[in-house]
């Protein structure tokens, strides 16, 4: 059930219910509503991220903004999660997330989304007045000994009750992203996010391995930079904090 953190929440909710409409999709093409429009998904929406190159049982990741968003409209998110637009067994529209959000005149929240099949999804946040630099470990992960059954965690804690996406056992690639709608306007929203030790679980429950990317999101006006494993060339010290997979996510627009 949908937590309620007060005045803040309510209207955080007004926002949600018009910004927060349209699905991920790998199969659209590029419109002309602004920033990487329809690249990677549906118009207006533009993505910096990457899919995993195989199926598994869930995803994790330390998430934080490293800056302060500027939304206009729509918004932008930084997220993990799995499914997507016709991802089904039988290509129902059905998919789980959890991440950091940006809305219009908001502070930034962590918060889960979930869509089950012939239902609109259900925005769920999870916690509010996130700062700029905050961490928070995030995963979506599907539940020991019940297949097809998932929870997103926060911080090592379950935040939502069981959630029964039907057939959905071993059949998604994880994803990492950030995301931006323009909220149909010719805007670019702009955001820096950091993703640290990105993993999949190679079971039900957990045994966590490190990402490997498969598909990369990099719509126009927007960039994602890999930070573990260090690209050649680049040095590291052992005393560095960041741990693989980790990325940063942001708009490149001035």
Not at 3 to 12: D, Y
């Amino acid at each position: 059930s949908v937590r309620t953190f007060g005045a803040l929440l309510v209207t955080a909710l007004a926002t949600v219910a018009v910004t927060w409409t349209a699905p991920f999709s790998t199969s659209a093409t590029a419109g002309s509503l602004g920033c990487g429009s329809g690249a990677n998904g549906s118009a207006g929406y533009a993505y910096a991220g990457f899919q995993s190159n195989g199926v598994s049982s869930g995803v994790r990741a330390t998430v934080a903004a490293t800056r302060a968003a500027s939304v206009q409209a729509g918004h932008a998110a930084a997220w993990i999660g799995v499914g997507g637009k016709s991802a089904g067994p039988k290509g129902e529209t059905m998919w789980l997330q959890t991440g950091v959000a940006a809305l219009p005149n908001t502070p930034l929240m962590v918060y889960a989304e979930i869509t089950r099949p012939q239902s609109d999804p259900v925005f769920i946040p999870l916690l509010q007045n996130v700062q700029v630099g905050e961490r928070h470990r995030l995963a979506v992960l599907e539940m020991n000994r019940r297949p097809g059954v998932w929870r997103v965690w926060v911080d090592g804690k379950p935040m939502t009750d069981p959630i029964v996406l039907s057939g959905s056992h071993r059949i998604w690639k994880p994803i990492a992203t950030a995301e931006s709608w323009n909220g149909g306007v010719q805007t670019c929203n702009g955001f820096g996010f950091r993703f640290d030790r990105v993993g999949v679980a190679r079971s039900l429950g957990g045994s966590w391995k490190a990402f490997s990317p498969g598909y990369t999101f990099e719509d126009r006006g927007y960039a994602v930079r890999q930070l573990r494993p260090a690209p050649p060339g680049q040095r590291t010290l052992a005393s560095d904090p960041v741990r693989a997979y980790a990325f940063d996510a942001a708009s490149t627009a001035a």
